[in-house]
């Protein structure tokens, strides 16, 4: 498995050549480069702060401010996110020399008990406005980084099911409900007949959180899908799977 860090980091540094590609051939642009330590913020009700670093990995100063806000999903899975209060990055805005580092604080300003995880995502960004504006750059990109953050009860587990359903001759989805009080992460989903061998699978998934379901789409290995009993493998973040029995339908 791949360092979760590293593949984050990659993504951040994707958004620039994304958005560079929108670009006409004859605009200049210009970005920062960041990067953030840890990518997830996992923290116990207990705790009152969290230490997060950022990193300016260019060799220009770099403004950053930073937002919380409370994280939950729409039925479609769709991330639905409200400024909230209860944690503060302490300071909100952060100033870095080329190629320096600092550590802040992510504070609890709120302590409650939890009956569940609590979710939320701290969104760090770029102020490129704060900086001297250069003669010869015409569109200025400003990055961001969204890190979720996760406040968890001693004894709150994710419990996910999930189910396959046929959408077409040659794909399927997998609907998966988490019904625990902490979030479920599907990192690589795969169908296996009885045989053990595999005729559809996805390689990336997304977060599940406390009481909601998602669909993942599969698509078939080699040519179209054989209906009949089969297996759902799971793969997780945390490196461990879960097996459902299935049927797959005409």
Same mark, same amino acid.
């Given at each position: 498995?791949?360092?979760?860090?590293?593949?984050?980091?990659?993504?951040?540094?994707?958004? /620039?050549?994304? &958005?560079? %590609?929108?670009?006409?051939?004859?605009?200049?642009?210009? *970005?920062?480069? $960041? =990067?953030?330590?840890?990518?997830?913020?996992?923290?116990?009700?207990?705790?009152?702060?969290?230490?997060?670093?950022?990193?300016?990995?260019?060799?220009?100063?770099?403004?950053?401010?930073?937002?919380?806000?409370?994280?939950?999903?729409?039925?479609?899975?769709?991330?639905?996110?409200?400024?909230?209060?209860?944690?503060?990055?302490?300071?909100?805005?952060?100033?870095?020399?080329?190629?320096?580092?600092?550590?802040?604080?992510?504070?609890?300003?709120?302590?409650?008990?939890?009956?569940?995880?609590?979710?939320?995502?701290?969104?760090?960004?770029? /102020?490129?406005? &704060?900086? %001297?504006?250069?003669?010869?750059?015409?569109?200025?990109? *400003?990055?961001? $980084? =969204?890190?979720?953050?996760?406040?968890?009860?001693?004894?709150?587990?994710?419990?996910?099911?999930?189910?396959?359903?046929?959408?077409?001759?040659?794909?399927?989805?997998?609907?998966?409900?988490?019904?625990?009080?902490?979030?479920?992460?599907?990192?690589?989903?795969?169908?296996?007949?009885?045989?053990?061998?595999?005729?559809?699978?996805?390689?990336?998934?997304?977060?599940?959180?406390?009481?909601?379901?998602?669909?993942?789409?599969?698509?078939?290995?080699?040519?179209?899908?054989?209906?009949?009993?089969?297996?759902?493998?799971?793969?997780?973040?945390?490196?461990?799977?879960?097996?459902?029995?299935?049927?797959?339908?005409?």
């Amino acid at each position: 498995m791949k360092n979760p860090n590293s593949l984050l980091k990659q993504s951040l540094f994707a958004i /620039v050549v994304v &958005a560079v %590609a929108f670009l006409v051939a004859s605009t200049d642009a210009q *970005a920062g480069q $960041f =990067s953030v330590t840890p990518v997830r913020v996992f923290m116990a009700p207990k705790d009152r702060a969290a230490a997060i670093t950022i990193t300016n990995e260019s060799d220009e100063p770099l403004v950053m401010q930073a937002d919380v806000y409370a994280w939950k999903q729409k039925p479609d899975g769709e991330d639905d996110l409200v400024a909230s209060e209860d944690l503060f990055l302490a300071p909100p805005i952060i100033k870095l020399a080329p190629r320096a580092r600092q550590v802040v604080r992510l504070a609890v300003l709120k302590p409650a008990s939890l009956p569940e995880q609590q979710t939320y995502r701290l969104i760090v960004r770029e /102020v490129p406005e &704060a900086q %001297a504006a250069d003669k010869n750059v015409q569109v200025q990109i *400003a990055l961001a $980084f =969204s890190l979720p953050v996760f406040i968890t009860p001693a004894d709150a587990k994710r419990s996910l099911t999930c189910s396959i359903e046929r959408t077409g001759a040659n794909a399927a989805t997998a609907s998966c409900e988490n019904v625990g009080r902490a979030y479920a992460q599907p990192r690589e989903l795969s169908l296996v007949t009885a045989a053990g061998t595999k005729v559809a699978a996805r390689e990336s998934g997304g977060y599940i959180l406390p009481g909601m379901k998602r669909g993942f789409e599969l698509k078939g290995v080699n040519g179209s899908l054989a209906s009949g009993n089969a297996k759902l493998v799971v793969g997780l973040d945390d490196g461990t799977s879960q097996t459902f029995e299935v049927a797959v339908r005409d």
